[in-house]
């Protein structure tokens, strides 16, 4: 493979640009040499894309290159940088390599437009700083990734990282060889989507994914523990939504096992797993708050664990998965211990017959009320009637000279019985009326 170094600060297509006139093409290595930059400005085709010191490469709007794209300046730089505003889209086809040298990235999207890659992303090997990058979404922008994601040997080495943007990749992340070395990171607000299994690395804390602030990180596919790092990560107050979570098949020996899980979470995030798995040593496939949801309606359901039954827990509601206290009887306490129930619900037995109670019905026995109710009379009027009927018998009781209490008196004009008078009136003989005054 011939190496062309430029010439000069220029237009990747030209040939002054490049030393000896001749532009970089299939099995040319085309390197930016220090201090020059080089637009692609047209399709471009070449072995690989690489620097030196602080060479770097800008990718035009409509343009594709296809080359293998290697950080290989031992300055901290970025390789090359697509900034087009949006609707702008540019395009690599080739795998793409971060530097051996602290914050030595290869591709930067700081554009707010969509940058395509069809190829492997790794991440650098040098240990500690800010990282090796292979790409880097630092803008609002979109990338869409079809390729695999590896961390490298060095601290924050990413195969992968996404900031405010859309970060969408098709393939397998797996974490790298020290801690902080993710296959993906999601850094920011953002949204990451990875479409693949994610796995964990051969450290602890070695994430294939991981969601580190308040962005999204979708995982359609499955979180597997690596050799000892976790396959997915949730940490801060982010959300991670996740097909399935399976624990460390086949780690051995004094590796550190309890931390190859599948998905681990921190205390205020929002973890959602449609299916666990433990693995086949019996690694646990889940760490801290994990909701495990229906795949149909995206509800909270019960799992069995191989030590038995356990309910995972809403402890604020957050994810909307626990039921409201006021669908649970008073006084009963749910949901890890986190809530209480509030809902009053009458016992059978105060319960008119066939009422539905719970499990069972009401066993309650008719009462006048329910008679009332029957005969379509509120309590008051038949109350009032009941009254009336029981005065109008008494008055005639007394009237009749029945009441021990009230002695009947009568003259040939009048009839008197405690407070009851009546008047005697007419001739006697032809008529006698007799009238209550």
């Given amino acids: 493979m011939a190496l062309i170094l430029s010439a000069a600060t220029g237009n990747f297509n030209a040939g002054a640009t490049w030393v000896g006139g ?7 290595e085309a390197r930016a040499s220090t201090g020059h930059t080089i637009t692609i400005t047209a399709n471009a085709t070449c072995t690989e894309l690489s620097n030196a010191g602080t060479g770097t490469y800008v990718l035009n709007n409509g343009v594709t290159l296809t080359a293998n794209v290697t950080h290989k300046s031992l300055t901290s730089s970025t390789l090359l940088t697509f900034s087009a505003a949006s609707p702008a889209t540019a395009s690599i086809v080739g795998n793409i390599t971060a530097g051996a040298v602290i914050s030595g990235i290869a591709v930067v999207n700081s554009s707010t437009g969509t940058l395509t890659v069809t190829g492997n992303l790794l991440a650098g090997s040098v240990g500690g700083g ?11 922008g979109v990338v869409n990734i079809t390729g695999n994601a590896t961390g490298g040997s060095a601290g924050n080495a990413h195969g992968a990282q996404n900031g405010a943007g859309t970060l969408t990749i098709t393939g397998n992340a797996t974490g790298g060889s020290i801690n902080a070395a993710n296959g993906v990171n999601n850094n920011s607000i953002g949204i990451l989507n990875l479409i693949g299994t994610a796995t964990g690395g051969s450290t602890a804390a070695a994430y294939g994914a991981n969601n580190i602030s308040t962005g999204q990180l979708n995982i359609t596919g499955t979180a597997i523990g690596g050799i000892a790092g976790t396959g997915a990560n949730n940490t801060s107050s982010g959300t991670l939504n996740l097909t399935r979570a399976k624990g460390n098949a086949f780690g051995i020996g004094s590796v ?14 929002i973890t959602k797993v449609e299916e666990i798995e433990y693995g086949s040593l019996g690694q646990s496939p889940t760490s801290g708050p994990t909701y495990l949801t229906s795949q149909l309606s995206n509800v909270a359901v019960f799992v069995n664990y191989p030590t038995g039954s356990k309910t995972l827990s809403d402890p604020n509601n957050t994810a909307g998965l626990s039921p409201a206290d006021t669908d649970v009887r008073s006084g009963v306490v749910y949901n890890n211990g986190n809530d209480t129930g509030v809902a009053y619900i009458p016992a059978a037995g105060s319960v008119a017959f066939g009422v539905p109670v719970d499990n069972t019905t009401g066993t309650a026995t008719l009462t006048a009320a329910d008679v009332r ?7 008051a009027n038949l109350d009032t009637q009941l009254s009336t009927i029981s005065t109008k018998a008494s008055e005639v ?11 009947l008196t009568v003259t040939p004009t009048s009839r008197t019985s405690g407070a009851i008078t009546q008047a005697i009136t007419g001739d006697g003989t032809t008529n006698t009326v007799v009238t209550r005054i």
């Fill in 22 to 28: 001749v532009v970089p093409g299939v099995g040319d």
């Fill in 130 to 140: 800010s990282g090796c990058i292979a790409v880097n979404n630092t803008s609002t």
């Fill in 256 to 269: 550190g096992l309890s931390s190859a899980v599948g998905v681990s979470s921190a205390q205020a995030s």
């Fill in 373 to 379: 109710a029957a005969l379509g009379m509120a309590s």
């Fill in 397 to 407: 009781h007394a009237i009749h000279g029945l009441d021990l209490a009230n002695a």
